[in-house]
């Protein structure tokens, strides 16, 4: 069965993505509010996804997101692989070793959130069950003949 993204805010957050931008998927224990140790900037769009206890799930969102939308790597912390290294499998073998980037937990994720798009937060509880996840997609340049042998000449 193919995914599709039924929340109409998050599919709006999702086609609106260009190359290079990025998208925040949280756990439930991202602190997002101005009381939080690391406050989330104003100027990021926040979607709360939580439903219940573990639902939705980091595994659900992300599958989702990188079925239907154009994901080229993903950032997760520099301890996330010793702290949950379930997620950080799945994350890895889901969008290919080369393609995980891992920055230090504190302050650079958090500075790095702050220049994400949107945070999706979700309802997983796991230890750092989120992931930065890159919009985009790795190819190679279109060489410009190409885009030139395309065109119709006139005269």
Not at 10 to 34: C, K, N, P, Q, Y
Not at 72 to 88: G, P, R
Not at 93 to 112: A, C, F, R, S
Request: one cysteine or more; a negative charge; proline letters at 5%.
């Amino acid at each position: 069965m193919k995914r599709r993204i039924l929340n109409e805010r998050l599919a709006a957050i999702v086609a609106s993505l260009r190359h290079g931008e990025m998208l925040f998927i949280a756990d439930a224990g991202s602190g997002t509010s101005s009381k939080a140790l690391y406050p989330l900037s104003p100027e990021v769009e926040y979607l709360d996804l939580e439903a219940v206890t573990g639902s939705p799930s980091f595994h659900d969102i992300v599958v989702t997101l990188v079925e239907v939308g154009d994901f080229e790597s993903a950032i997760v912390t520099d301890v996330m692989e010793d702290l949950n290294s379930k997620d950080y499998q799945f994350i890895t073998e889901l969008m290919g070793k080369d393609n995980i980037h891992e920055i230090p937990y504190i302050p650079d994720y958090y500075q790095m959130r702050d220049r994400c798009k949107a945070v999706v937060q979700t309802g997983d509880y796991g230890i750092h069950a989120q992931a930065i996840l890159v919009a985009g997609y790795p190819s190679a340049d279109i060489p410009y003949e190409w885009l030139q042998d395309g065109l119709k000449k006139d005269g």
